[in-house]
């Protein structure tokens, strides 16, 4: 069978100009993407991916990036000749683009179905009252209820989930030919992402499209790619069929990216045991009785953020709390250290009822529980160099006596977090995502807590770099005797960092067990649906919803081909040649 082509990226080059110098933000890169077929771009942040995409688009600002070398053939036309003019022809109508942020992708002063007939219009030969009909149309057809009703609502009135509905419903409303899809699921939870994958597949099927997908997570190329594009600084180090990339990863960055963290079908490996034992093994360190906080929204109605939670934290314990969105998480955990006042209920640290505590008293209380925030950016003062943002905590709690003192203590944090004592005269700005994650983590550490509120401290970060923090969290439970509470909505870190696990839906604690049982045997349907929901990174790996558990399964009873043969390269393990795969 011959393959069409419909896009061909032939050695293309993208730099930036930054005053006098120039960086090369992609190197002599090659790829195309054939009718009908979903290609993924996978690596981490910096590694040139969004650049790509917005080069295909010719929608990087000129100055400062500019074309070094290459060509870009759509449908036989090479995109890097096209005027401006041409190209607002070809955006939208023949090429789509769905952003990784749903919110700022839309005009917050604009209806839903104003923006959506904004492109039907530019592109196609419609009258008002047709492309009305179309949106609405559009709409319903991915997956939005009461679709004439939310056409004249805006996008604050929708959810995450919607609101990236609506803008792949934009994206494929003048039936586009190829659709670049730049991190579509990476603020979306696990329930959500998995819908809307569904829902592209679904898209995909019905208007014969072709899918560049940029994403940093193996799980959604597994369940999504024909083939896969690893890229690296700028370069591509491996390309080949996704199963046969998964199967024999030839590049060790490839390698480990697809180890790097582990999955939700391993078994959870043995925690080490602390260095620093437990005085009073029998007593929790911390107790939740009846936890509640409640929102006043006005007009006599109330959100139960958190409704009546009850749960405990031995020491040198972690407890998971998993959740979508909205469940409560958050909440609890700041209600726990009062940075939200609780509406009722009690909460013990090592017996002492923080809720009953003065503020005077409470601050003395803070030195023992503290913190870590998901976005390493926005939780530090971009004002204050390192130096002063891990050593305001010491001069609070009166802990470094003098300026000698608090600048050796402050280098001590920085080199137990895997930091440099120089990084001390930095500013945040200057620090990548991880290593921000890691000055946070020291700032915690500064005051020598014993509990610890982990709150999505993960989310913001490349898988690597994940790992590593992970890495890090365990080290330090195991030498400093610490308690974590770690939030999150990913279930396989969860799994593998927790002892226990917690689940939250709507306000409260639907299930709770040991980290293990939890996953192997879900009671409770909302817990099935994460787990169901989470992508492995595994093309021949699928959740059993009849079992709750992931299988292994033969891809030649999953998959047909349309004439092309199915080749087994490794036991277990199938490819295509040369056509795509598809399911059944």
């Not at 292994?552 to 056509?579: C, T």
Request: hydrophobic share 40%; net charge neutral.
């Amino acid at each position: 069978m011959i393959l069409e082509k419909l896009l061909d990226v032939q050695n293309l080059s993208v730099s930036f100009r930054t005053g006098s110098s120039e960086f090369d933000a992609v190197k002599q890169i090659s790829f195309s993407i054939n009718k009908g077929e979903t290609l993924g771009i996978v690596g981490e942040s910096g590694s040139g991916k969004s650049v790509t995409a917005k080069s295909i688009m010719q929608l990087l600002p000129s100055p400062p990036s500019f074309i070094k070398s290459g060509e870009i053939f759509f449908q036989s036309d090479n995109l890097l000749t096209k005027t401006e003019k041409e190209m607002e022809n070809i955006r939208g109508r023949h090429i789509s683009m769905i952003f990784q942020d749903p919110m700022t992708s839309l005009n917050p002063t604009m209806t839903i179905g104003k923006q959506l007939e904004e492109s039907i219009l530019k592109h196609q030969k419609l009258s008002k009252k047709e492309s009305k009909k179309q949106a609405i149309e559009m709409l319903r057809l991915v997956g939005i209820p009461n679709s004439e009703e939310r056409y004249s609502q805006y996008p604050h009135e929708f959810s995450g989930g919607m609101r990236q509905r609506v803008i792949i419903a934009i994206a494929l409303a003048c039936n586009p030919a190829l659709l670049i899809a730049d991190e579509p699921t990476t603020a979306l939870d696990v329930t959500i992402q998995a819908q809307i994958l569904n829902l592209m597949k679904e898209m995909q099927e019905k208007f014969q499209t072709s899918i560049l997908l940029i994403t940093h997570d193996f799980g959604v190329v597994a369940r999504m790619c024909d083939r896969v594009v690893v890229m690296k600084d700028g370069e591509i180090v491996e390309e080949g069929c996704t199963v046969d990339v998964f199967a024999n990863p030839q590049h060790s960055y490839t390698k480990k990216l697809l180890h790097v963290l582990p999955r939700l079908d391993e078994k959870k490996k043995k925690k080490a045991p602390s260095i620093i034992s437990s005085t009073n093994p029998s007593e929790p360190l911390l107790q939740v009785r009846g936890l509640k906080k409640h929102f006043p929204l006005g007009k006599g109605k109330v959100l139960r953020a958190v409704d009546n939670i009850h749960f405990h934290i031995q020491q040198g314990e972690t407890l998971g709390l998993v959740g979508e969105s909205g469940s409560g998480k958050s909440t609890t955990g700041r209600a726990i250290l009062r940075l939200h006042e609780p509406t009722d209920g009690e909460i013990l640290y090592k017996g002492i009822p923080i809720n009953r505590l003065t503020k005077k008293e409470l601050k003395i209380l803070r030195k023992h529980m503290q913190m870590i925030f998901q976005d390493p950016y926005s939780s530090l003062n971009p004002r204050y160099k390192v130096e002063d943002i891990i050593g305001q905590p010491l001069d609070l709690h009166g802990l470094a006596k003098g300026s000698v003192a608090r600048k050796k203590r402050v280098e001590e944090l920085l080199e137990l977090v895997g930091l440099q004592s120089f990084h001390a005269e930095r500013y945040p700005h200057e620090f990548s995502g991880g290593q921000r994650q890691r000055i946070g983590i020291a700032r915690a550490l500064a005051v020598e807590p014993s509990f610890i509120v982990c709150d999505e401290p993960l989310s913001a970060l490349d898988v690597s770099i994940q790992a590593q923090i992970v890495t890090l969290l365990e080290d330090l439970q195991k030498n400093l005797g610490l308690t974590y509470l770690f939030i999150a909505h990913d279930l396989s870190m969860v799994k593998h960092i927790s002892d226990r696990v917690a689940v939250m839906y709507r306000g409260k604690i639907v299930e709770l067990a040991e980290s293990e049982e939890l996953y192997a045997n879900p009671q409770h349907a909302y817990t099935k649906s994460l787990l169901e929901a989470i992508p492995i990174p595994d093309p021949t790996i699928e959740y059993n919803r009849k079992t709750s558990h992931y299988q292994e399964f033969d891809l030649a009873d999953r998959y047909q081909l349309n004439n092309a043969e199915l080749v087994e390269i490794k036991e277990g393990h199938w490819v295509a040649m040369p056509s795509k795969l598809e399911v059944i």
